[in-house]
Structures are given as structure tokens and as C-alpha cells.
């Protein structure tokens, strides 16, 4: 009976169902079709990186994804439970005809807590079956066109979103079934405004509202006296609201971030003087983040004694004086590939003993020691490179100990600062140990790379005083429009032995690729920002149709179209403006303190004035939407008797 | 090409200018529909409410309408009001032809024109009960100490004084029925429309109710009521029966005490 009665209850508000079935699952399609793409461009765990990213560009990239998906996820939360409340509100004077005619609570709570659980059920079918053809269509599109993706369809999130979207259903909304199944019949008298609400204004309120035009004055009583309805509209356009200014503020972060990372990792205005063979393979080292058909380091030493570029370095040493590139400028590198193995390591973990109630410690063995990696080796001198990377650890004074990319230390290590790298010499049959004092973020070998002191690196390999590498910052002779001169004449010094190459626009294009990466970003907002108007236009609708009845009061006391589209305007922009302000706030407070430490804020005017574009976005959308519907609203009313309902 | 937005009251002016002069106005009748039909379009059907229905209504004149549920009441009531345009035929209201009034304009025309009272109050719910007493002349652009001191006018001739700050919801059926009665009367129009007004009351309020309307017509007031109920209908001077859109008797009970009272508020407003 109860299932029969809920299927004839829904079928018999068939307009009201099908308006509400359409928000709901448009909302759920959109998270489904979110949670998919960005699982299938390995945006949402860290566990299977992208090629092309650093860890921690990666963690960036990730974290800013899992906010949006959380946003939205408690965006559909939200939609259901307003849009199981309206529902409710609606069958309000039913319920109370059935318990005038002696049914029990328990009974309403069962017809009505199924209706809601069915509506929410074929919500969310209707909603992943939309969700996952358009994920499928765009798949199709995309892959391998614009952006890498792999088929990955997301289970878990999906099936812990039904599942919730029924919990919630059942607990809040249940609750507020059984609640008004308790009350006396005179409830549905109450409506939309709270029993005991005080209506008198202010003095302060009401000297504000006398200055008023009456149909924005109309808008603020509106809005200060349906307080359910405001909670209702204000929750629905903060959570839509910081879905898109995040999306929005996020995607300039991450790509900022991004950015500046990778500036920092690789620096600006960089030659590398070396043999060719070394060079290239330095230069590949950095190509590779950007181009993935760069072949990997190839494991060798590039130590062969004729590579030692130290011949050299008095003649030029006095070149780049010349070009007044002093000794900070420059610096001199051994650069090797080599296999590298993790340590196991120990941590020191407290707890309290169960017997004893005593505080105890004991240490726990991190790492297995087997995992290995091929990546470039590099003995530099810590202090004076002219790269300025971002690290975390201790990166400057580093005598014995050893420096790590991001990827190799989010790989390798389970705690990185706690554990030693180990490689081999092979010539020498020696193997060697440094304990990892920094780690880097960097765009080398995607972030697989070592860095060694100069002289630890020397010794191990026994190659005291030889480097095959010199880094060159060109900054100054740039500036002095030298450019040109500065390259002919190392070359000249250089001669056929060695080479020198400009490492800049392998960094340009490292960026470039970076930002054009973004477009996974841009795609995915552009789709959550397009559900969200669509979402908030239908909400708008249903507002207006609960207030048809106040709007042809208005008009039947000699009200005009334009001052109930006021009045209608003004309510909606008030309601946007208070909701996108706590958007705002929102937003901010995820973007300072949420985002990963080192990520590169925007300007505060940056997300000031998305706020206001999107502010004045709404408020036309509101404008244009008031203006067709309440034109729609009256020609179905000069269509068919005026039928103007009681308020008791 | 789009009206620039003046305050009510030019606006009003310059309806009835543009209505010719006053003196052809004054030859117009008071309140009068000629061979009015109005149709509803329910699905695919055609229902006809009103059907080529022909009525003159003098100023001062209390005419109350009976039929029975369906018999067009409600719509005769809502175009002699200008709530909604006829399909077919003329409609007049105070010597004018609203019947080609463009909606807008006809909204201004009606606020200075007809109060309406509805069978189910139809108070806006966000105000409160002297805030919609207030509503109408707000529309006016009435100052909002005036617009106060006589929606508490009203307040206090209808007994509610202290209900006041109390939204409709807060307020018994009859306390919004006589609170929809004050707001009809806000801008003190000549003519009241009113439709089933006591239907939903008890017996106490439907006389206060009944005395509120006679007390419009002892003030010349001219009321059209839509009403089943004897303590509105015993005042009428004039009863229309109302059958299938069309009136099938027009009785004239009360002519002589019309006449006496007619004569009377003519000389006082001389």
C-alpha cells in the first residue's frame, strides 16, 4: 500500500516531480560526469601520477580537483535535501487532511518517506545515466586529442553518493516527515514562515525601507520574513557560488603555482657548456617533463676523462667577466646517471602502554630497501648554484648529505628526511650512502633526480677536481643586448670538444606545455559552471511558482508587470549578493588556508573581481529569466480563470 | 515605443485625457459591460464564463450578484473590475472604456478606481497586516507617514488595531477577510467589488462584514458583490441572477431608499 501510495502520490504532482527529477538529476549527472573525467585524467589520487607533472605539482593539481568534487558532492546534498523539503512543504495540507481523517503518523512517515526515497532513486539513476553518456561523448572526443585519459570510470564515489543521497533522505528529511506527522492539524497554516516570527520592524529597518521604492522594499520583507526559504536559496547559491568562484580562483592558482614551480626548478637565461653527449642528455633531462617521447636517461657515467670541462674553465671564467657575469652567475657541475636504491629507515612512534598506562616508544622500520630508480646524479655546490629551487629540508649546507626531486621522494621513500639514498660506484665496486637533507621540487627527470655536494660526488667516483658540466646564467648579457656575441665567442673557446646549448626554450616550452594543460581544468569548469546556471535558473522557477499566488495579488491590487519584475529582481539580487559574498568568503578561506603551503596566490583583486563578474553574470540571468517568466506567468493566467488562493 | 515611468498619478491624468474630454466621459455610464463574452481556453476545450452579457450599473449602486457555482460570477465580477479583459465586447468603468486599456495602464486606472475584495482574502503573505492596508497607496507613491496614518485609520475602523504587526498566517479568517476589506478601501476608491466576501466566515464576522458594506453604501460608494449571503444581499438596492454567463433577472429592490440616498450624497458632495 505504502509503495502504491507514493507512485500515485508522485504521478499525481506529475509537473511538480518532473521539475524536481530534472534539477536533482541534472545535478547528479554533473558529479557523476565530474567524478569520471577527472578519474580518468588521474586528477584525483596521487597514486598513479601523470607523466608529465612533478609530485607536487601533481599534489596541487589533485587537491584542487578533490575541493571542487567536495563542493559539489555537498552541492547535491543541498539540491536533494531543498528539493525533498519543497516536496514536503507541498504535501503539507495533504498530510494534514490524512491525519484529520485518522491516519497514524507512523503511516504518513512511511507513504511519504517512500515517496522521497523514490524520487531520490530514480534522481540518481536518471542523473549517472545522463552523467556517464555525456562522460562517454566527451570521452570519445577527447582522448588523445587535447588531453591524455584513460578509461577509469569511477565506482566508489558514485555508489557513496547514492548511498548517502538516500541516508540523508531517510535521516534529515525523515525527520522532518515524523516531525509534522506529531503536529496538530493547524500547521499547514504556517507555511513558509516560522510560528513564532515577529514581523514589526526596526526603527533602524524601518527608516531604511521608507527610502525605498516599493518593490525593492517588498523584496527585503520577502527575504527577512521566509526564513526558510532564505536559508534554503542562500545554501543553495554559497555552495554553487564557491563551486565556481574555487573552480575559477583555483584554476589561476594551479596554474601560477604551477608556473612558478617550474620557473623556480629550472630558472631563467641558462647555457649549459659541456660535450655534446653530456649536454644533451642534461638537456633531455629537462625535456623530458614536457615530451614524452624523449627516451630516458640512459644509465652511464658521462665521466670519461675527456669530457672534464675544468681544462677550460680559467679561459672561460674570463670570458663571462667580459660579459660581467661574475662567479654568482656561473657554476660548475659533475653530471652522471646512475641506479639509486631507498633505505629502509626507522621512526620513532609514542604510545600510550594499555597495561601500564604509562607513555612508551618504540621504533618502527620504514622502507624495504629494494625499490630502485635510474636518475640523474649531480654533484653541485649547494650554495652557490645558480638555480633557486623550492625545497623543503635543509638545502643550503648540506656537506654530506644529499638532495632529492619530489617525485623520487614521494616514490622512493615512505619518509624521506628520515631514510639515506644508496648508489654504487661500479668501476670501484663501492657503494655509498647519504642521508637526505632536502628535497626539491623539480622538473629534472620529472622529479627523479639526486643532487650530491661536488666534492662527495668527486670522491665516491674518484674524479677529484673534474666536472663535465658549466652552467651559465646569460641574464647579463642579455640585457646588454649581447646575446648573440656572448654564444659566438664560447663557442669559439669551446671548439669542437665541447658545446654549449640554451637551455631556455626547453624551459619556455615546459611552461607552455604546463598551461596548456589547463585545458582539462578549463573543460571541466566550463561544464560545472553551465550546470550550476542551469541549476540556479530552475531553482529561480520554482521560487517564482511558489510566489504566484503573492504576484497575482500584486498585480489584481493594480501592481505593474515592471514593479513585480523589480520586486522579483531585487529578491534574487540580494539573494546573490549575500550568497556569493559568503561564496566568497568560502573561497578565500580554502584558497589561503587549504591550498598546499607554496602555492602561488593570485591577487586579492583576482577573485574580487570574479565575484563581481559573476555577481552581474547572475544578475542579468536573473533579469532575463524574471522577465520571460513572469511574462510566461501571465499569459497562462489570462489564458484561464484567475485563480487566486487562499493565504490560511 | 516604451513609457517613461512617471508617479501614478500623472499617469492617471493622463488616462483621462486621453479619453477625451469630460464632458463626453460623463455621457458614458458609470459601470457597464455591452455584449461582453469571455472565454477560458481549459486544455482543449473552450468553456464560456460570461456570454454576450449586457449591464449598466449607475454610480452609488449596490448590486449584488447571485447564482449558483459556474454560473460566470466570478468573471463578470473580475472584468467589471478590470482584473481581466472581456474576449468579446466593451466594459466601462467610471465613464471610461478600459476595454482596449493596455494592461499596465489599466493597473494604474484600477487603483484609483476599484477596490477588490476577495472570497479568500488574498492578503500577501510577507506583510503584515497594516503593511498590506499600506500596499495600495504605497503603489501611489503616497508618502509613507500619510500611507500609515491611514492604514491605521482603517486599522481602527475594522477593529484591529492590535493586530497590526501581525502577518495573515497570524490572523484568524476573519481577521484577513476584514483586513482585505480595509486595503479594498485604502485609497478611498467609488467603487467596490467583492467576491463571495463572507463565504468563508462565521456568522459574527459576516455581519461585520455586512455592516462594513453598508456602511460603503450609506457613504455612496458604488459596490458590486458577489454574495450568497442574505446580510449583504438585504442591503443591495439592486439583485442580479446570474445562469450559464448570462443574467436571467435583474430585480430592483431597494429603488426608492437608491433614489433617497442618491439624492442625499448629492447634496452633500454639492
Known amino acids: 500500500m505504502t509503495l502504491n501510495f507514493a507512485i500515485k502520490d508522485l504521478l499525481h504532482f506529475k509537473e511538480q516531480t518532473k521539475s524536481h527529477l530534472k534539477t536533482n538529476s541534472s545535478i547528479i549527472a554533473l558529479v557523476v560526469l565530474f567524478l569520471n573525467l577527472t578519474n580518468s585524467m588521474n586528477l584525483l589520487s596521487v597514486q598513479s601520477p601523470l607523466s608529465y607533472l612533478t609530485l607536487t605539482l601533481f599534489e596541487l593539481i589533485t587537491q584542487y580537483h578533490r575541493f571542487l568534487v567536495i563542493l559539489i558532492v555537498i552541492l547535491v546534498f543541498v539540491v536533494m535535501i531543498n528539493s525533498n523539503h519543497a516536496i514536503i ?6 498530510i494534514g487532511i490524512m491525519k484529520s ?40 572526443i577527447l582522448n588523445g586529442r587535447y588531453v591524455g585519459l584513460q578509461w577509469s570510470p569511477d565506482k566508489f564515489i558514485s555508489i557513496g553518493i547514492f548511498v548517502g543521497l538516500l541516508f540523508v533522505t531517510f535521516v534529515v528529511n525523515g525527520w522532518e516527515i515524523r516531525k509534522i ?33 516599493i518593490s525593492m522594499k517588498l523584496a527585503i520583507k520577502n527575504l527577512m520574513r521566509k526564513q ?82 675544468s681544462g677550460i674553465e680559467h679561459q672561460l671564467s674570463a670570458l663571462f667577466s667580459d660579459f660581467s657575469i661574475d662567479s654568482n652567475f656561473w ?68 656537506t654530506h648529505g644529499a638532495a632529492v626531486g619530489d617525485t623520487l621522494a614521494g616514490e622512493l621513500y615512505e619518509n624521506a628526511f628520515l631514510q639515506w639514498i644508496i648508489y654504487s660506484n661500479a668501476g670501484a665496486n663501492r657503494t655509498f650512502r647519504h642521508k637526505i637533507n632536502a628535497v626539491v621540487i623539480d622538473t629534472m627527470n620529472i622529479g627523479n633526480s639526486l643532487y650530491l655536494p661536488l666534492n662527495d660526488l668527486q670522491n665516491n667516483l674518484e674524479l677529484n677536481n673534474y666536472s663535465n658540466l658549466i652552467l651559465v646564467d646569460y641574464s647579463k648579457a642579455l640585457e646588454s643586448g649581447k646575446y648573440d656575441e656572448f654564444f659566438e665567442e664560447i663557442s669559439e673557446i669551446l671548439g669542437v670538444q665541447f658545446k654549449i646549448m640554451d637551455l631556455q626554450p626547453i624551459f619556455v616550452h615546459n611552461e607552455d606545455f604546463l598551461r596548456s594543460n589547463q585545458i582539462s581544468t578549463l573543460i571541466l569548469s566550463s561544464i560545472i559552471a553551465m550546470v550550476i546556471i542551469y541549476i540556479i535558473y530552475q531553482f529561480q522557477q520554482g521560487r517564482l511558482e511558489e510566489d504566484k499566488n503573492d504576484i497575482v495579488i500584486f498585480k489584481a491590487l493594480g501592481g505593474t508587470t515592471s514593479d513585480i519584475r523589480k520586486m522579483l529582481f531585487f529578491e534574487q539580487a540580494w539573494l546573490l549578493f549575500v550568497g556569493l559574498t559568503l ?52 499569459k497562462k493566467i489570462n489564458q484561464k480563470p484567475m485563480i487566486i488562493q487562499s493565504n490560511g | 515605443m516604451k513609457k517613461t515611468r512617471k508617479t501614478r498619478i500623472e499617469d492617471y491624468e493622463e488616462i483621462i485625457m486621453s479619453h477625451r474630454n469630460i464632458e463626453e466621459i460623463n455621457l458614458q455610464p458609470f459601470i457597464a459591460a455591452k455584449e461582453l463574452v469571455k472565454d477560458f481556453e481549459i486544455g482543449d476545450y473552450i468553456v464560456r464564463a460570461v456570454d454576450h452579457l449586457s449591464i449598466e450599473i449607475s ?95 482603517l486599522l481602527d475602523m475594522i477593529g484591529l488595531s492590535e493586530r497590526a504587526e501581525h502577518l495573515p498566517f497570524q490572523l484568524s479568517a476573519g481577521e484577513q477577510q476584514r483586513v482585505a476589506v480595509a486595503r479594498a478601501l485604502a485609497n478611498d476608491p467609488p467603487i467596490i467589488i467583492a467576491d463571495e466576501p463572507t463565504a468563508n466566515l462565521d456568522k ?39 445562469e450559464e454567463g448570462k443574467i436571467i433577472e435583474d430585480k430592483r429592490i431597494n429603488e426608492v431608499s437608491f433614489k433617497e440616498e442618491n439624492t442625499e450624497i448629492e447634496m452633500e458632495q454639492e
Open chain 1, 89 to 94: 512543504e507541498h504535501r503539507k495540507k495533504d
Open chain 1, 101 to 140: 481523517v485518522g491516519t497514524y503518523p507512523n503511516q504518513l512517515y512511511s507513504f511519504y518517506l517512500t515517496e522521497l526515497l523514490l524520487l531520490a532513486f530514480f534522481s540518481f539513476i536518471i542523473g549517472w545515466v545522463i552523467g556517464i553518456s555525456l562522460f562517454f561523448i566527451i570521452f570519445s
Open chain 1, 181 to 213: 506527522g506529531r503536529k496538530s492539524f493547524n500547521f499547514a497554516k504556517t507555511g513558509k514562515f516560522k510560528n513564532n516570527i515577529h514581523a514589526k520592524l526596526t526603527p533602524t529597518w524601518k527608516k531604511i525601507l521608507i527610502k525605498l521604492p
Open chain 1, 228 to 309: 526558510k526559504e532564505l536559508r534554503q536559496s542562500l545554501s543553495l547559491i554559497t555552495i554553487a557560488g564557491m563551486i565556481m568562484l574555487t573552480g575559477l580562483v583555483g584554476v589561476i592558482v594551479v596554474n601560477n603555482s604551477g608556473v612558478a614551480y617550474i620557473q623556480h626548478a629550472q630558472g631563467e637565461n641558462i647555457a649549459v657548456i659541456g660535450v655534446p653527449e653530456v649536454v644533451d642528455a642534461f638537456a633531455n633531462g629537462y625535456s623530458r617533463f614536457s615530451n614524452d617521447s624523449i627516451p630516458e636517461l640512459k644509465n652511464g657515467t658521462y665521466t670519461d676523462i675527456q669530457n672534464n670541462i
Open chain 1, 331 to 398: 657554476e660548475k657541475r659533475l653530471f652522471s646517471v646512475t641506479t639509486v636504491t631507498e633505505s629502509t629507515g626507522a621512526i620513532l612512534q609514542y604510545y600510550t602502554n594499555e597495561t601500564t598506562g604509562l607513555p612508551s616508544a618504540e621504533y618502527t622500520t620504514i622502507g624495504n630497501g629494494t625499490r630502485t630508480r635510474v636518475v640523474p646524479i649531480q654533484g653541485i655546490v649547494f650554495n652557490s648554484t645558480i638555480q633557486h629551487w623550492n625545497y623543503e629540508g635543509t638545502l643550503s649546507n648540506i
Open chain 1, 583 to 634: 561564496s566568497l568568503t568560502g573561497t578565500l578561506f580554502i584558497i589561503i588556508f587549504l591550498f598546499m603551503e607554496g602555492a602561488k596566490l593570485p591577487s586579492i583583486w583576482i577573485p574580487l573581481g570574479l565575484y563581481a563578474g559573476i555577481f552581474c553574470f547572475f544578475c542579468v540571468l536573473a533579469f532575463i529569466g524574471i522577465k520571460l517568466l513572469v511574462k510566461n506567468q501571465f
Open chain 2, 59 to 153: 454610480e452609488h449602486e449596490y448590486v449584488a450578484i447571485i447564482g449558483s457555482s459556474g454560473a460566470g460570477k466570478t468573471s463578470l465580477l473580475h472584468i467589471l473590475g478590470g482584473l481581466e479583459k472581456s474576449t468579446k465586447g466593451e466594459n466601462f468603468i467610471s465613464h471610461i472604456n478600459v476595454s482596449h486599456m493596455e494592461q499596465e495602464m489599466l493597473a494604474t486606472f484600477r487603483i484609483f478606481n476599484v477596490g477588490i475584495v476577495f472570497q479568500n482574502y488574498n492578503l500577501i503573505s510577507s506583510l503584515t497586516a497594516l503593511e498590506n492596508i499600506m500596499f495600495p497607496l504605497q503603489l501611489c507613491q503616497v508618502k509613507y507617514e500619510k500611507c500609515e496614518s491611514r492604514a491605521k485609520e
Open chain 2, 204 to 242: 459574527r464576522n459576516a455581519e461585520f462584514i455586512g455592516n462594513l458594506f453598508e456602511n460603503f453604501r450609506t457613504e455612496g460608494k458604488t459596490i458590486i458583490v458577489a454574495t450568497h449571503d442574505e446580510k449583504l444581499i438585504k442591503h443591495a438596492h439592486r439583485i442580479l441572477v446570474m
